[in-house]
């Protein structure tokens, strides 16, 4: 059972960057792709970024600008999304998943109870 643990978010003002990271209590997350996901109160949950088990692929939602990096240190089983120039938009929780493919949707089996990020103007 893959047990997924987000952290790094918290209050931060508009301009600001923002790395978040998602571990895992259980086994490690080398064999699994991984992705990241956020939902602002009264939306749907919005893809942001995929990356494969390997890290040598990498996919991004539309409404991603650049200003989104996923990355993943396998050894520390853990994996990575960089937030640059927050916005006031940004606000949502973000969510963590592992699956053994890198969708965009959120067919995912395995999810973290996510970590809330609020950017103030």
């Known amino acids: 059972q893959v047990q997924l643990v987000e952290s790094g978010g918290g209050l931060v003002q508009a301009g600001e960057s923002l790395r978040l990271s998602c571990g895992t209590s259980?086994?490690?997350?080398?064999?699994?792709?991984m992705a990241w996901f956020r939902q602002a109160p009264g939306k749907e949950r919005e893809f942001l970024a995929t990356i494969t088990a390997s890290g040598k692929a990498t996919t991004y939602g539309s409404s991603v600008t650049g200003r989104f990096t996923i990355s993943r240190d396998n050894p520390k089983n853990t994996v990575y999304l960089q937030i640059h120039s927050l916005k006031p938009d940004d606000t949502a929780v973000y969510y963590c998943a592992a699956g053994h493919r890198a969708l965009t949707t959120p067919e995912y089996p395995y999810w973290g109870q996510g970590t809330q990020v609020t950017v103030s103007s």
């Open positions: 259980g086994g490690p997350l080398n064999s699994y792709a």
